[in-house]
């Protein structure tokens, strides 16, 4: 079943939707909504230039375990060589927009970071919902980062980006082994690569999923350096 939103905040159960996860059309983007639907496993995917919004909510969850995280040698040699300062939520609105303008991507007819989802990205990071990891270079420049919906023990990740090689990883990494360090749960993915593959991503089942994202929160967020 595919779902039509209405104008109130409140989303049917995902486990009636399509099982390729294509859940839901129609709806807003306020941070409201957002709030509502992150936690269950719900997300905006579309290309912003066209309507209807589309939603998706895949019941197989695609996540990385902090502590099953895989560091490959080459990715331990670039961080013995300390080259990168990673910090979290220090530049949100550039992680953001890095996200969507990287490699050219917002020119791209399929591009679905735009304005109007920036914008409310921005507003939940006033709130606390969202945060971001940074990768600095050596002269204190924005080289690459991640951002995501933050609840329970989860940190459910939107998008990254990266201008130097491996700067994307390096934030996930980072991500990782704060995460491990608050005892959180889960970094959700919520699509399938073969770059998070290879970063030890893995399935697990809707249900446990959702006892992880709907407890309260377990993660202290204020920034850190490494």
């Not at 390729?20 to 230039?49: C, N, Q, T």
């Not at 939520?89 to 970071?113: K, P, S, T, Y």
Request: charged share 25%.
């Amino acid at each position: 079943m595919i779902f039509e939103l209405s104008n109130t905040t409140d989303f049917p159960d995902p486990r009636y939707g399509q099982k390729d996860g294509f859940y839901a059309v129609g709806g807003d983007l306020s941070p409201e909504r957002l709030i509502k639907a992150y936690p269950m496993g719900i997300f905006p995917y579309f290309a912003f230039r066209q309507k209807p919004l589309i939603w998706w909510a895949p019941q197989r969850r695609y996540v990385i375990f902090p502590e099953e995280i895989h560091i490959s040698h080459s990715m331990r040699n670039l961080m013995n060589k300390r080259r990168y300062t990673c910090t979290i939520n220090e530049d949100f609105e550039g992680v953001i927009h890095g996200c969507a303008m990287a490699q050219g991507r917002i020119e791209e007819e399929c591009a679905w970071l735009g304005p109007e989802l920036i914008e409310t990205w921005c507003k939940l990071n006033e709130m606390g919902y969202a945060k971001s990891v940074e990768v600095w270079d050596q002269d204190d420049y924005l080289v690459g980062g991640l951002y995501g919906f933050v609840c329970g023990g989860c940190f459910i990740g939107d998008s990254m980006f990266s201008l130097e090689s491996g700067a994307s990883k390096l934030a996930l990494i980072h991500l990782a082994k704060h995460m491990e360090a608050q005892g959180g749960s889960f970094i959700d993915c919520q699509l399938k690569t073969n770059h998070l593959k290879s970063m030890g991503a893995r399935y697990i089942s809707y249900e446990k999923y959702l006892k992880e994202t709907l407890k309260e929160s377990c993660i202290v967020w204020d920034t850190d350096n490494q």
